[in-house]
């Protein structure tokens, strides 16, 4: 009956740290997802959901050295991906910063090609009124390029 016990308790051990190992490979594959999804979108609400994975994460490493106790290698190999999983989900947060950086100058880009396009209507009027022809081609030149990168970020 003894052994009876111990081998279902060796099978109860293997068992938990099977489920140890799923969990943090599950955490981390959903982590690389959310940043996947992050990069094509660059929505709030991804970056959020990551946080809160990165922090579910955090319980699957916990549970993972609990699983592991007593084995060093294991508890290396887990040290290991726990390093690794801190500088993906660090590396992710200089992302977001990036990304809300280039959101900014993107829309003080805009801001500007658009003060600019009514700059060189302006001109475009002023000259067509003088008569000036070379000014006025010059012009539409001018609102042709501040359109045509108006139209580039709009596809971007």
Known sequence: MLALHGVFGDYRAAASQTLAIGNMVDDVAVLRLLDARYRIAGND????EF?????AVEQSYAAAELAFAGNAAALETTAGVKSEGAAFIAAFARETELHATRESLLAQ???HANAAHDAVNEVLASSANAGHTASVVEADKASDAILQRRLRKTAS
């Open 51 to 55: 946080g809160e994975t990165a922090a």
């Open 109 to 111: 880009m805009q801001t």
């Open 45 to 48: 609400a991804i970056s959020a």
